[in-house]
T-cell receptor, first 116, second 114 residues
Framework: NAGVTQTPKFRVLKTGQSMTLLCAQD?????MYWYRQDPGMGLRLIHY???????AKGEVPDGYNVSRLKKQNFLLGLESAAPSQTSVYFC???????????????FGEGSRLTVL | RKEVEQDPGPFNVPEGATVAFNCTYS??????FFWYRQDCRKEPKLLMS???SGNEDGRFTAQLNRASQYISLLIRDSKLSDSATYLC???????????????FGKGTTLSVSS
């Protein structure tokens, strides 16, 4: 089982460039999330989606946009990358709202982004 | 006070040792608590939920003290394979303004040596 797959795994960008991170899950989960993880910081929620066609802002949404056109895919876009967006990005999915029930999030392997 | 606080460590212990991690949380309304494990340069994975009465899964025991807003994880008979970062996770209930349902601590790093 693939679970949650993120592409690309690594990327180096120059300031001002744009890019899209793709997340795909094959577990038919309704909820999907994008987190970033920085040294010395906990995972922070960027955006999330409670179902196909829906998106909502998390704790740190500025500089990012998302789309969920298909249930299995959740895209994270950086329109104009900044060095402050250098981070490891994790996509996750859950069958229900995270924190309800088992509280289990299924994470992808992460995407390491460096903005020069 | 930060929402979820953990001692970052690192905790360096020999194989076979017993080690305990602590976590405090600030939202007294939080209802669900979890420990996640994250291996170096890997994604986090759920280790175990934490129940009010305390719960055990093999060598791992989780405890919750709601009055003190304190969670612990005890690992007995440590193995080399236990080396990882352990994340304390608490629900923001009701979800906070940012829609965040899970609040992650920064993690405690454990290194088990032979």
């Amino acid at each position: 089982n693939a679970g949650v797959t993120q592409t690309p795994k690594f990327r180096v960008l120059k300031t001002g460039q744009s890019m899209t991170l793709l997340c795909a899950q094959d577990m038919n989960h309704e909820y999907m999330y994008w987190y970033r993880q920085d040294p010395g910081m906990g995972l922070r929620l960027i955006h999330y989606s409670v179902g196909e066609g829906t998106t909502a802002k998390g704790e740190v949404p500025d500089g990012y946009n998302v789309s969920r056109l298909k249930k299995q895919n959740f895209l994270l876009g950086l329109e104009s990358a900044a060095p402050s967006q250098t981070s490891v990005y994790f996509c996750a999915s859950s069958p229900g709202l995270a924190g309800v029930g088992t509280g289990e999030l299924f994470f992808g392997e992460g995407s390491r982004l460096t903005v020069l | 006070r930060k929402e979820v606080e953990q001692d970052p460590g690192p905790f360096n212990v020999p194989e076979g040792a017993t080690v305990a991690f602590n976590c405090t949380y600030s939202n007294s309304a939080s209802q669900s608590f979890f420990w996640y494990r994250q291996d170096c340069r890997k994604e986090p994975k759920l280790l175990m939920s934490v129940y009010s009465s305390g719960n055990e899964d093999g060598r791992f025991t989780a405890q919750l003290n709601r009055a003190s807003q304190y969670i612990s994880l005890l690992i007995r008979d440590s193995k080399l394979s236990d080396s990882a970062t352990y994340l304390c996770v608490v629900t923001a209930t009701p979800t906070n303004q940012a829609g965040t349902a899970l609040i992650f601590g920064k993690g405690t790093t454990l290194s088990v040596s032979s």
